[in-house]
C-alpha cells in the first residue's frame, strides 16, 4: 500500500457503524430495536495527487458511506479522512473547497430551474463571482457539450445531460479532488468515452486533479485507474494496479495465436500457460519454423470481475 | 474568503434561486393576492356588525378591522419567524437538493438561515399587503412610530426564530411530526391575542388557561406593536412588552443554539442528515 507524505486523500483506521436510532427509547417501551450497522472496518489508503484511483466492489459494500465521508456528509466513528491535509470532521468547510462530488442522483437539481440557473445557484454558494461563474459555465457547458441544453429546464433534460451537468457542477469551482460515482452510467457509447477521456485530462492537467472513481463499469476502471481497492462488506480487500489485481486472482492466462500461411486461410491456435513462462516463446517459434505468418497474439488473463469474485467468495466462506 | 464575508453573497444565492422557483408558478402568486384581498373584505364586513359595540375598556379594539389586520400581518410574520426555518430544511430534504447544497463549503446554520430567507421577504410583502387593502380600500388608520413597530415585529420574529431553530432541530433528527410548529401556530393564533383581546381569554376561561398567553412571545409582540400603531404610544409606554421579549431573547436564543449544535451533530453521526 502506498502512503506517501502528501497524499491528496489520507484516510486512517477508519470504521463507521450506524447506530441504531433511538435504541435506548425503544428499549424502554419494550419495542425490538435495530441492530447497529457496520459500514466500514479500519480501512486504511491513500491516494497520490493526479491519480485515478477506482474502488469498486457490491452495491451495500460500503463504496457510498466512504465517499459520503471523505465529502463531510456523513462523520466516522473512528479514524480519520483528510483531503490535502485537511481533516473531514475538524476542518469540514476547507474540505469542501477543496471536493467536487458528482453522483448520478437527478434529484440533487432543482428541477424547474435550467441547467444554468442550478448551476449559478451552486457557483454563488461556492463564493464565485456573478462573472466568473459564468465564465466558468460557458466553458463546463463547452467541456460537456451541454451548450445546446443550458436553457433548459433541468426537469426537461435527458438522463445523460443530466449527469453531465452533475459533472459540471462538480468541477464548477475547479477543484483539487473530485468524487465522481458511476459518471457514465447514462451516457451512450460517444458521450461515455468522451467523458472518459475527459477524466484522464483532468489527472493530466497542470496541477493535476485527483479523482476517486466509483463504479460498477470494470472496464471503465481498468482503462482509467491507475490503481483500484477492491471493498467488501466495509474492509479494503486489496489495493494494487488493475493487471497486478488481475494476476493475483489467477497465475494462468490463456493465448490466442492468429495465423495464415499453413492451410491459405487463416487459424487461431489458443493454449492456456504460467504468466511469464517460456511457451508462448517456443510456440511462435515452432509456428514460424513451419511457415506460418503471425497476424495476431492475445493473451486473456484474469479479469477485474474473477477478482472481485474471489474476495467476495472468500468473505462469504468467513 | 471567511464565511462570515460571504453570507450576503449565499443569502442571495437563495433568495434569487427561491425568487426564481416562485415566479415559475405565476398564477399561484396572483391567487394568494386575490385571497389576502377576500380575507380583509371579509373582516371589513364582520367589523361592521361590532361597530359601536366595542367594550372602552379594550382600547387596542376600538376599531376592530385595524386589529384583525395587524393581528394577522404579524402573526403571518410570527409564523414565518418559527416554521420556515424547520420547513427549509425539510423541503431541501424532501426534494433531495440538501446533500448537493451540503456539498458546498457552507455551514448548516447558513444554509438554514439563507433558505428561509426567501419566506421572510415573501411574507413581508403579505404582511404589508394586509395592511395596504385595510388603508387603501377601507379607511384603516394607522398612527405612531412605525419604526418603533418595525423594531417590535423584529424583536418578536428574533425570539420567534428560536424556536424555529428548535423546531428545525426537531425536523433534523425525528425528520417528522414537529411539536413546536403545531402548538406555536395553533397557539399563537388562539392565545395570543390575533383575533380577540387576550383578557377575554381570563374572564371566560379562567386565569389558568388566560394565562397561556403570557408564555407566548407573540403575545408581547403583538401588544407593542398594536399599542404602537393603533394608540400611538411612545418607547416609554411599552417598555414592559419589549422587557419581556428581550428576556425571552436572552434565554431561547442561547439554548436553541446550544440544542441545534446536538441535533447536528447526531444527523452526522447516524448518517441521516439528507433522509426524511
Redesign the interface.
Known sequence: MIVSAKPAISIRNLS?T??A?FRRVRAFFRRPAKEPVEALRDISFAVETGEIFGLIGRNGAGKT?LT?IV?????P?TGSVSVHGDDSVLRD??V??Q???ATA?E????W??TAE?NL???A????LSDRLAKQRMKELFAKLELEEVAKRRFGEMSTGNKQRLAVA?AMLAKPPVLLLDEPTRSLDPLAAARMRELIRSLAAQDPPVTILLTSHNLAEVETLCARVAIISRGRIRAIDTPSDLRSKTSKLEQVHITISGLNGTNERVSFTRQTGDTQLDTRLRELQQRGARIIDVETEKGSLLDALEMYESKDETR | MSSLRLLPRRIFAFVARDFRLFVSYRMQFFLRILSVLTVVTTLFFISKIFAGFTDPQYSQWRDPLASWLTGLAVLNYFMAGFSSLATSIRQEQMQGTLESVLLTPINLPTVIVASSAWDFLETTFFSFLYLFFGRIFFGVHYRGSFFLAVVFLLLTTVVLACLGILSASFAMVFKRGDPFGIFLGAGSALFSGVFFPTQLLREYAGPKLGNISLLLPATYGLDGIRQVLIEGHGLRDVTRPLFTLLCFLAVLLPFSLWVFGRAVRRAKREGSLIQY
Open positions: 463507521k450506524y447506530p436510532p458511506t459520503k465529502a463531510t456528509l456523513v462523520q466513528t468547510e476547507q469542501r473547497r471536493i467536487g462530488l442522483e434529484r440533487s437539481f432543482y424547474r430551474l440557473q449559478m445557484f451552486f454563488r454558494l461556492h463564493g457542477r
